[in-house]
C-alpha cells in the first residue's frame, strides 16, 4: 500500500462497528493488518472499541498507529480517559481532540505528554461544517500536528478552507466518512463503470476519489465485516484517479 506521512493510506475507523465485541474486534483488525493496514482510529465516544481494539491489537502492535481522542470537558476528565489508552494501547500515537471539546484545556496537559515522547502527535477532529471556522483557529495557532475531516463527493466543505490550510501549515489530514457513514454505499453503478476506472468495488472508486487529493494522508474507513477490511485496503495502491475520473466518481455518486 502506498505510504503518506502518516503511514499507509487507507486506516480502519472503529465507530459503529465491533463495539466492545472484541471477537469480532480480533476478526476486523487482523483482516485489516494482512491487508497493510496500520493505522486505527477509535474514541471513547466509541463504546467499548477502544478497549476491544486494544484487545484486537495484543501481540501485533509493533509499527501500528493508534490514533484515538480525548473527549472531554475538562482536563481532568481528560487525563482519566487517557489513562485508560495507556492500559489498552501501551501508549497512543496520535492523540485527538474529539469535536474541538475544551481544546485548550486539553492542549495544556496533552503537549507535555508529547514534548516527554509519550505522544507522537496531537491532532485535532470535527465532524460538522458549522465547526470548520473554529477547526481552523485551532490548525493556526501552531499547536496541533495532525488534523481529521470528513470528506467524500457528498461532503466538499473542506475543500474550501481547510484542505488548503491544511497544505500551507504542512499538517497531515486524516480523512473521516469517507463512504458519509455508509449512505453513498447504499446503491453501486453498474459494474462497467467501475471497471473503466479499475476498481472491483464502488467503495474503493470513493477510497481512491478521496486518496486522490494528494493533501489527503490517510482515509479511516469502518467495517464490521473482515472481507470488507481487506477489499478496502485494496484501494490504496496507485494509480491514483485524475481531474476526469474523480468527476466521472462524483456523477456516479450523484
Ligand atoms: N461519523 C462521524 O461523525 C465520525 C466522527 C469522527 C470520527 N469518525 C471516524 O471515522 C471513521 C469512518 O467514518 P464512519 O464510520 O462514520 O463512516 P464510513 O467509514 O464512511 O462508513 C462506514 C459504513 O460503511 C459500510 N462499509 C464499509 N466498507 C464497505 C464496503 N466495502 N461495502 C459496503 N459497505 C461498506 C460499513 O458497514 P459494514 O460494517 O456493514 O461494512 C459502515 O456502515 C469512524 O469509524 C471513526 O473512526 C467518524
Redesign the pocket.
Known sequence: MEERRLGPVVGL?????FGGDAAAAGAVVGSALEAGVRVF???PM?GGAEASLGAALRGRRDGTTVATKIWAQSAPEGRAQYKRQVEWFGRVEIEQV??LAAWREQLDWLEPERAAGRIDRLGV?H?APSAFGELGDALRTGRFDVV?L?Y?PHERDAERELLPLAAELGIPVIV???????S??RRSPPAEALRELGVE???QALLKWVLSDPRVDVA??????PE?AR??AAAGVPPWFGAEERMRVEELAA
Open positions: 475507523g472503529t465507530w459503529q462497528t482510529d477509535s474514541s466509541y474529539h469535536n477532529t465532524y481529521q470528513p467524500n473521516m466518512r469517507p463512504f458519509g457513514e455508509g453513498l454505499l468495488t464502488w467503495a479511516i474507513p469502518a467495517t464490521s465485516k470488507r477489499s478496502n
